[in-house]
């Protein structure tokens, strides 16, 4: 499958800072994003390293197949989500390691949610309340759950999906990276269809743009780079109360006319990386 | 009120309200519904309201709890539905019961977002409980776990029975997809069952599905005993305990 991808990230409306990250690895068809915290400017270290340290462990691993892997991932899943369960794993042990020798980084934390596509096959690695989607026949899917509270509380039927979204407790996590030494990570494995979308944001998004409001924009805009900036702008226009990251991910069948032999290996991409903009 | 009818040859022979108690069904006569026939089990089957859904079961009857001629372990019901029992039919009389839509609607005006923080475990747990003693809907959440599953009751799949563990279930012909769909000119992926915080929801894939006899508008939350139909496959949807 051809692959097309595309990601921006703006502050919004109301912070003064950006603590989101992102980062495309096109070569390796690898999407990972993450959404920091802590006081000062340590939630833009802890997003920077989470993203960092995902993103090496699973390029080294790319060249050395037997690096070793973290955080025991579990038996049944595929060497691709193993590794990617593994780097996050790592990037909480890097980021809890880094506030533990400088005080003044005590407790930034961050959200961590990649995506790695090889062949029709999708591996998903989650930590946090960011969300990855999957927009498929124009239904948009979420194939994350939200390691919030509000989210907990609506899967043990203690409030309703409405109820969750008027909560002022939205941004209470029972589950981050660097806030503890290890971390549960959350996996899922899903194939891939010709012509499915995949949608990597940060809460900054969820919050302010309803589901089928992202879904329609996704269907109105095939151009990856432009749908994210139009989401992001559309959050934006509702308010832009958190920083914003959006990566969109466009699968297309391989052109099977005549002339595909003139141009072998397709087309080449160039990587892209976006990162909090801080001061 | 809503009720139920004991009809026998084209006659009402009995009618009873239902309320908050579950109306029973069988040959014994403590029944809510006695019927005198000896293909029905001295106690058949039970009718009652699980939230809003009126909810038919059958306590593992020997000839078989039907509605609409279709053979159920438990189904939701709906006005005018037929629930048949031996050679008895019942009548069903409620006036509301749809599948509920996905919420279309724009989201409402923001809450203020705090800085994000993070519970830790015991913090988290105390949270948690304190939430849950708040909360009046636990009684629903707590003991049994409840297992999702697919039956397949007519139409040609590679298996008869599925549990859902995924986010996302896709029901249809190609090799990849959960409930694989076997035979000539079935679309690769036909339909799509996937996991939201507050339950199942099903949407379309190449085809529409219909549930509980009705086409989907859209996403659409799945109710334990629906009934799904998609390309001449018939599912029904429950929740295992």
């Known amino acids: 499958m051809q692959i097309a991808s595309g990601g921006a990230t703006d502050v919004g409306r109301v912070r003064s800072n950006n603590e989101d990250c992102f980062r495309l690895v096109e070569p390796l068809n690898l999407y990972v994003l993450s959404d920091g915290m802590g006081g000062e400017a340590h939630g833009e270290i802890a997003s920077a390293l989470a993203v960092e340290t995902v993103v090496k462990h699973c390029m080294d691993a790319d060249i050395n197949h037997a690096a070793p892997l973290y955080g025991n991932p579990p038996a049944g899943l595929t060497e691709q989500t193993k590794r990617l369960v593994s780097a996050v794993y790592l990037a909480n042990r890097n980021i809890f390691k880094s506030a533990e020798t400088n005080p003044e980084q005590s407790g930034m934390g961050a959200t961590l949610t990649a995506m790695w596509v090889n062949g029709n096959a999708l591996s998903i690695a989650h930590v946090g309340d960011s969300r990855a989607y999957l927009l498929r026949n124009g239904m948009l899917q979420q194939l994350t759950s939200d390691h919030s509270l509000v989210a907990e509380q609506v899967r043990r039927g203690i409030i309703s999906a409405n109820e969750a979204e008027q909560s002022d407790m939205q941004s209470v996590l029972l589950r981050a990276l660097g806030t503890q030494e290890s971390v549960e990570v959350d996996s899922e494995e899903q194939a891939l269809f010709p012509r499915d979308l995949l949608l990597l944001c940060s809460d900054g998004l969820t919050r302010m743009v309803t589901e089928p409001e992202i879904a329609g924009t996704l269907q109105a805009e095939t151009d990856p780079q432009k749908a994210s900036e139009r989401l992001i702008a559309i959050a934006n226009e509702n308010g832009g109360a958190d920083n914003i990251s959006v990566i969109v991910v466009r699968l297309e069948s391989e052109p099977k006319n005549w002339l595909s032999w003139l141009f072998p290996g397709g087309r080449k991409h160039a990587s892209k990386n976006g990162s909090a903009g801080g001061h | ?241």
């Open chain 2, 1 to 241: 009120m809503p009720k139920l009818s004991l009809m026998f040859e084209g006659k009402t022979v009995k009618e009873v309200p239902i309320g908050n108690r579950p109306i029973t069904i069988g040959r014994s006569p403590d029944n809510d519904l006695p019927v005198d026939n000896l293909a029905v089990s001295n106690h058949h089957a039970r009718v009652y309201y699980e939230g809003a859904r009126l909810v038919v079961e059958d306590l593992d009857s020997l000839n078989g709890t039907f509605v609409n001629d279709l053979r159920v372990e438990r189904a939701t019901l709906h006005d005018g539905d037929s629930i048949h029992v031996g050679k008895h039919y019942i009548k069903v009389d409620a006036s509301h019961d749809a599948p509920v839509p996905y919420d279309m609607g724009r989201k409402a005006a923001a809450p203020a977002i705090n800085e994000t923080m993070v519970l830790d475990t015991k913090a988290r747990r105390e949270m948690l409980q304190q939430a849950a003693a708040m909360g009046e809907r636990t009684q629903f959440a707590s003991g049994r776990i409840k297992v999702p599953t697919i039956l397949v009751l007519s139409g040609k799949t590679a298996n008869k029975e599925y549990i859902l563990t995924n986010k996302l279930t896709t029901i249809g012909k190609s090799a990849m997809a959960t409930v694989r769909l076997t035979g000539w000119f079935k679309p690769q992926m036909a339909a799509q069952i996937s996991q939201r915080d507050d339950g199942y929801y099903i949407g379309p894939g190449d085809k529409t599905p219909m549930v509980n006899g009705t086409p989907i508008p859209g996403p659409t939350r799945l109710n334990d005993g629906d009934l799904i139909d998609v390309c001449g496959v018939r599912l029904n949807f429950i929740f295992r305990e």
